[in-house]
């Protein structure tokens, strides 16, 4: 089942924080984090497999809540740079299926 | 090392067509995604192979199909193309089945266009 992301789009100025979340339904395995550039295919951002898992990226880290089955993904003092669709996908222990959800635009401005 | 290598990289093509595209994963990955994506719906998950098995299958309609060769690489065929099948198709490969462990390297993609 697709994860539901939030909020749909977030405008930025550089230096600023922002945090984008990710929820299932679904008990899940894994969460990956996507970014996407306009013209340009997702690159893998980081992977979170266990509850309470936090991984770092540059300055964007992400934390994955196994009980809830939420993660979010966290940008701090945002850079020019990390403008862009983010998205996560979601890996279920059922069926083994993987989603992505919408995506996040993020705007970051000068 | 090489990326995901996907051709071509624009296709336009009449209603009612076939088309078939190609992806050839990073050397040593043995999982093959492929996505449509589209600006209204997002990243939508076409099917999976592992081992020239298909693993899983997405919501789309048996125009769709697709498959993996020996060495890994995979095409994908839809057959009588239709306006609303115009889309990034975007392949992506991992060295593991379903990611575990590393996530997913994107393909450049293919855009088609159906006129």
Redesign the interface.
Known sequence: QQPVQSPQAVILREGEDAVINCSSSKALYSVHWYRQKHGEAPVFLMILLKGGEQKGHEKISASFNEKKQQSSLYLTASQLSYSGTYFCGTEEYNFNKFYFGSGTKLNVKP | KAGVTQTPRYLIKTRGQQVTLSCSPISGHRSV?W?QQTPGQ??Q?LF?YFSETQ??KGNFPGRFSGRQFSNSRSEMNVSTLELGDSALY?C?SSIRF????????????TRLTVV
């Open positions: 995604s996505y997002g990243l998950f999976e693993r899983n975007l992506a379903r990611g575990t462990g590393g996530g997913y390297t994107f393909g450049s993609g």
